[in-house]
């Protein structure tokens, strides 16, 4: 048994008037993540010194195409973090190099954030090594099984 079909079975015998399915979906879900990013993602990380967090925060930028630039804003949203939670991220990262502020050159009191080369790099660099490992994750599903799951999933996210 798994940590979310012994969660189910404890909860049916304490409150056998709830849903135990939802309870064990979600908590294979959230537990699946989680051993990704710790087991997985945060050893790659690792390697270039960076943590999920700003992983997060360079990769919307990187795919942002040409100049590697969004506003706050723009950065908060794809990252899907708060504005709050985003300054510490860039702050630690302007002070690595990776990323710098400037002036919104359409509005004066704005700012923008920039990946500067040395982010670039270290992204381009973490690519092709991320997206390997994600493939090797998923290879234990079939590829239709692949596709149905992520289909789920985003049918799942669309509701929330």
Do not use: C
């Not at 990252?79 to 509005?107: C, F, H, K, Q, Y």
């Amino acid at each position: 048994m798994d940590r979310a079909e012994i969660a189910s079975k404890q909860w049916a015998r304490e409150r056998p008037d709830l849903a135990m399915l939802p309870v064990e979906t979600l908590g294979r879900l959230l537990d699946a993540a989680a051993r990704v990013i710790r087991d997985h993602m945060n050893p790659l990380l690792a390697t270039a010194d960076l943590q999920v967090g700003e992983f997060d925060v360079l990769t919307p930028l990187r795919r942002s195409g040409e100049p590697y630039t969004l506003s706050p804003t723009q950065l908060y949203e794809a990252a899907m973090i708060s504005s709050g939670g985003m300054t510490n991220r860039l702050d630690r990262l302007e002070r690595a190099g990776l990323v710098e502020r400037r002036p919104d050159p359409n509005d004066r009191r704005g700012r923008q954030i920039a990946l500067t080369a040395a982010g670039k790099r270290t992204i381009d660099d973490l690519m092709g090594p991320m997206v390997a490992l994600e493939e090797r994750l998923i290879s234990v599903l079939s590829p239709a099984e692949q596709k149905t799951l992520n289909a789920l999933l985003k049918k799942l996210l669309t509701g929330l």
